[in-house]
């Protein structure tokens, strides 16, 4: 079944202990991207690779590290959490045409709720 | 700075009702429009827009973009209580290089009662 994944699921920490969230696609697709959903402020891209070994700053990148080392994985790694990133997060994967542009739509994995205390 | 509004923020309507939805955008490198269906769980695809003035239709929903005027519709006729849910519609711009970043909005709302 294509899909991505992430875990764990739910994660609650305290402050100032590294974390990594992973992400996993089974669809081969090029675009990977993390985002934090927060009440009242949407969905904000956080970090986002294109590729193997290419990742860029989303619009909230403060925090938070990124790697893209195979195609499959794009793990989201806190160095040292903090409240304010108390979060649902999503990762999503999408095709990208020859161009450069998406093809197709972004599937979102299921999400993690993140609570630092 | 990208900027992409959606209206209204919630609104309840009874089944049977069309509706529709309003996302308008000011963004630079404008690449394309997605919409999104967000029930309990994670956003589901609905629609990807890239040129001005061509519906995408699925159903019951449908969808236009309007590059001029810069902003999207999403249209949802005879409303049933599982349309209930936050609709989000995303921009896709092109930032540097080939880089493709997304920005949405904060969704829209929607209860459909009986």
Not at chain 1, 1 to 17: C, D, F, M
Not at chain 2, 53 to 64: F, N, T, V
Not at chain 2, 87 to 104: H, M, R
Request: hydrophobic letters at 30%.
């Amino acid at each position: 079944e294509a899909q991505v994944t992430q875990n764990p699921r739910y994660l609650i920490t305290v402050t100032g202990k590294k974390l990594t969230v992973t992400c996993s696609q089974n669809m081969n697709h090029e675009y990977m991207s993390w985002y934090r959903q927060d009440p009242g402020l949407g969905l904000r891209q956080i970090y986002y690779s294109m590729n193997v070994e290419v990742t860029d700053k989303g619009d909230v990148p403060e925090g938070y590290k990124v790697s893209r080392k195979e195609k499959r994985n794009f793990p989201l790694i806190l160095e040292s959490p903090s409240p304010n990133q108390t979060s649902l997060y999503f990762c999503a994967s999408s095709l990208l045409g020859t161009s450069g542009r998406e093809r197709n739509e972004q599937f979102f994995g299921p999400g993690t709720r993140l609570t630092v205390l | 700075e990208d900027k992409v509004v959606q209206s209204p923020l919630s609104l309840v309507v009874h089944e049977g009702d069309t509706v529709t939805l309003n996302c308008s955008y000011e963004v630079t490198n404008f690449r394309s429009l997605l919409w999104y269906k967000q029930e309990k769980k994670a956003p589901t695809f609905l629609f990807m827009l890239t040129s001005s003035g061509i519906e995408k239709k699925s159903g019951r929903l449908s969808s236009i973009l309007d590059k001029k005027e810069l902003f999207s519709i999403l249209n949802i006729t005879a409303t049933q209580t599982g349309d209930s849910a936050v609709y989000l519609c995303a921009v896709v711009v092109q930032d540097t290089g080939t880089a493709s970043k997304l920005t949405f909005g904060t969704g829209t709302r929607l209860q459909v009662t009986l």
